[in-house]
């Protein structure tokens, strides 16, 4: 056997591609494995009639152009690629219970004054609770970040900011809603703090570390969000094209099946064709339920995995509806982002929030002229799609898709009458897609954890091995699995003497 590779990834996600090209820039040989035909995973696109869908993501953290956080700017720039990104004004409109109608500007004081506007005897607990998240996000978007598991660079960073560390340590086992319990008693209030949280941790304020909140409830009006011109699919597409600049290699079609571990090292893997690759390190970007119960043997899952489970479970996935509509069905204020729930008592239920998209209210060219893509998407278990025959399957995705357009005309009146394309994707879509166990957005804690102390890093219990994206640390999302991708790379780098 000879190592083919210096460094092999399984899965070229966003935190694959990232953790590939940081060490293809250092001049390590990596070879991509994607089993799809296209990179990108669930920042990944579709084109139909005309539209280009994005599969997931699409409201975009990491793309500011100050500070340390801006990870999908950095992650580009390693390469030598760059995308074009169109600024949102506006991170969410809110249209929750109660006529609760509200905008998170890019601007931070125009937030709190619409916010305040609302809940004015809280505007007080408002500011001390989300200047609290600024403290979070300027010890992180102080210092260059890379692996935790890192004990020189750690020391480093200690020593050029000691107390933007001690800081980062004070709140790394906090959750968000312990914070916000401190200084917010409106019970309603509460609920909108829970719905900031859920609409990207899947979890209430509660679950959700402060760390994370940190991060994007002030990034939000720090970097901002913005848009990659082309459509979300553009971030990976020049990923690669930076992978490959810097001589990485990537093969499309090519579905791992098999971790190869000889004496307790990871030390190559097996194609779906039989193909054998060997290298010096294996990275996988699929999730750790997949690495660990289908790449390796369920029996042989080593203790710290087993524990792992034990504290996180699967988030739900998504019923996912694009919409291709006529432009005149939305009013001309129409922001991008959008959250409706009508009954606080269904935000975590299936099918309960849903969450919009309009990408082409910043990027026209994702559509044909004089139409719009609405991608709204909800979550959905893969239970409730199980045992249907194909005709009562196909039957079931109607009756979803009729009753999410019906919610939505409350916000987008005609809309029925403005359809000109439509598609439907379920968690069974997400999972034959995507390669994500059940489809599953990524792990959530089963009970209440101490924040972000038990997410693990990108080392694992298997020698050789290492994980990436969003079932390591920091979780879900674009510029988290950035994170976890910088971190890799720096870990293996290091690992490899480079
Ligand atoms: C509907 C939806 C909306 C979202 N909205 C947002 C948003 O607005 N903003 C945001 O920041 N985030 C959003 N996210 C989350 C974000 O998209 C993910 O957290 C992130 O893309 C996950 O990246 P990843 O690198 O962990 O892995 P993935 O994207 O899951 O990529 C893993 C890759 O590995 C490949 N792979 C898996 N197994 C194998 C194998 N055995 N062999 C070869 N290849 C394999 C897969 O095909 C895939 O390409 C959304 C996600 C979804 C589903």
Same mark, same amino acid.
């Given at each position: 056997?000879?190592?083919?590779?210096?460094?092999?990834?399984?899965?070229?996600?966003?935190?694959?591609?990232?953790?590939?090209?940081?060490?293809?820039?250092?001049?390590?040989?990596?070879?991509?494995?994607?089993?799809?035909?296209?990179?990108?995973?669930?920042?990944?696109?579709?084109?139909?009639?005309?539209?280009?869908?994005?599969?997931?993501?699409?409201?975009?953290?990491?793309?500011?152009?100050?500070?340390?956080?801006?990870?999908?700017?950095?992650?580009?720039?390693?390469?030598?690629?760059?995308?074009?990104?169109?600024?949102?004004?506006?991170?969410?409109?809110?249209?929750?219970?109660?006529?609760?109608?509200?905008?998170?500007?890019?601007?931070?004081?125009?937030?709190?004054?619409?916010?305040?506007?609302?809940?004015?005897?809280?505007?007080?607990?408002?500011?001390?609770?989300?200047?609290?998240?600024?403290?979070?996000?300027?010890?992180?978007?102080?210092?260059?970040?890379?692996?935790?598991?890192?004990?020189?660079?750690?020391?480093?960073?200690?020593?050029?900011?000691?107390?933007?560390?001690?800081?980062?340590?004070?709140?790394?086992?906090?959750?968000?809603?312990?914070?916000?319990?401190?200084?917010?008693?409106?019970?309603?209030?509460?609920?909108?703090?829970?719905?900031?949280?859920?609409?990207?941790?899947?979890?209430?304020?509660?679950?959700?570390?402060?760390?994370?909140?940190?991060?994007?409830?002030?990034?939000?009006?720090?970097?901002?969000?913005?848009?990659?011109?082309?459509?979300?699919?553009?971030?990976?597409?020049?990923?690669?094209?930076?992978?490959?600049?810097?001589?990485?290699?990537?093969?499309? #079609?090519?579905?791992?099946?098999?971790?190869? &571990?000889?004496?307790?090292?990871? !030390?190559?893997?097996? =194609?779906? +064709? %039989?193909?054998?690759?060997?290298?010096?390190?294996?990275?996988?970007?699929?999730?750790?339920?997949?690495?660990?119960?289908?790449?390796?043997?369920?029996?042989?899952?080593?203790?710290?995995?087993?524990?792992?489970?034990?504290?996180?479970?699967?988030?739900?996935?998504?019923?996912?509806?694009?919409?291709?509509?006529?432009?005149?069905?939305?009013?001309?204020?129409?922001?991008?982002?959008?959250?409706?729930?009508?009954?606080?008592?269904?935000?975590?239920?299936?099918?309960?929030?849903?969450?919009?998209?309009?990408?082409?209210?910043?990027?026209?060219?994702?559509?044909?002229?004089?139409?719009?893509?609405?991608?709204?998407?909800?979550?959905?278990?893969?239970?409730?799609?199980?045992?249907?025959?194909?005709?009562?399957?196909?039957?079931? #995705?109607?009756?979803?898709?009729?009753?999410? &357009?019906?919610?939505?005309?409350? !916000?987008?009146?005609? =809309?029925? +009458? %403005?359809?000109?394309?439509?598609?439907?994707?379920?968690?069974?879509?997400?999972?034959?897609?995507?390669?994500?166990?059940?489809?599953?957005?990524?792990?959530?804690?089963?009970?209440?954890?101490?924040?972000?102390?038990?997410?693990?890093?990108?080392?694992?219990?298997?020698?050789?091995?290492?994980?990436?994206?969003?079932?390591?640390?920091?979780?879900?999302?674009?510029?988290?699995?950035?994170?976890?991708?910088?971190?890799?790379?720096?870990?293996?780098?290091?690992?490899?003497?480079?």
């Amino acid at each position: 056997m000879t190592n083919d590779y210096d460094v092999i990834v399984i899965g070229s996600g966003i935190g694959g591609l990232v953790t590939a090209t940081q060490l293809a820039a250092k001049g390590v040989k990596v070879l991509v494995l994607e089993r799809y035909l296209i990179p990108g995973g669930s920042a990944g696109y579709f084109e139909r009639e005309g539209y280009r869908f994005d599969v997931g993501a699409s409201m975009i953290f990491g793309f500011g152009k100050k500070g340390t956080t801006n990870l999908l700017t950095r992650a580009l720039d390693a390469v030598d690629v760059n995308l074009e990104t169109i600024a949102d004004p506006v991170q969410i409109h809110y249209h929750l219970p109660d006529g609760l109608d509200l905008k998170v500007h890019r601007d931070y004081e125009k937030f709190l004054d619409e916010l305040i506007a609302y809940f004015p005897h809280e505007a007080q607990g408002i500011r001390k609770f989300y200047d609290e998240c600024w403290k979070v996000f300027n010890c992180l978007n102080a210092m260059e970040l890379l692996s935790l598991e890192e004990p020189r660079y750690l020391m480093r960073v200690f020593f050029q900011h000691p107390m933007k560390c001690l800081g980062l340590v004070k709140y790394l086992p906090q959750n968000a809603g312990d914070v916000a319990r401190r200084y917010i008693k409106d019970p309603q209030l509460l609920k909108l703090i829970d719905m900031e949280c859920y609409c990207w941790s899947v979890v209430k304020a509660d679950e959700t570390p402060m760390i994370n909140a940190g991060m994007v409830f002030s990034d939000r009006h720090y970097g901002g969000i913005n848009y990659p011109k082309g459509g979300v699919g553009q971030i990976a597409q020049k990923l690669v094209e930076g992978l490959l600049k810097n001589r990485g290699e990537i093969q499309y #079609k090519a579905r791992v099946t098999q971790i190869i &571990i000889e004496n307790g090292k990871a !030390i190559g893997v097996e =194609l779906a +064709n %039989g193909k054998q690759y060997y290298a010096k390190r294996i990275v996988s970007n699929s999730t750790r339920w997949d690495t660990f119960e289908k790449l390796l043997s369920p029996e042989k899952m080593p203790p710290k995995e087993k524990r792992w489970q034990k504290r996180y479970q699967k988030s739900p996935s998504f019923l996912s509806l694009h919409l291709g509509v006529k432009a005149e069905v939305l009013p001309p204020t129409t922001e991008c982002h959008h959250i409706l729930l009508e009954d606080w008592d269904n935000m975590e239920s299936e099918q309960g929030t849903i969450f919009v998209s309009i990408p082409t209210l910043l990027d026209p060219s994702l559509a044909p002229e004089g139409h719009h893509i609405i991608h709204t998407f909800t979550p959905s278990w893969i239970d409730y799609w199980k045992e249907l025959s194909p005709k009562e399957y196909e039957e079931k #995705k109607e009756m979803a898709a009729n009753r999410l &357009i019906n919610r939505l005309e409350k !916000i987008f009146p005609g =809309l029925i +009458n %403005g359809l000109d394309y439509q598609e439907v994707g379920t968690p069974r879509t997400h999972r034959r897609f995507l390669g994500r166990s059940d489809g599953t957005y990524g792990p959530i804690p089963r009970y209440k954890l101490p924040g972000l102390l038990t997410m693990p890093f990108n080392q694992t219990a298997i020698s050789g091995l290492y994980c990436v994206g969003d079932s390591t640390f920091p979780g879900q999302g674009l510029n988290a699995v950035a994170f976890s991708g910088f971190a890799c790379g720096h870990r293996i780098a290091v690992d490899l003497g480079r």
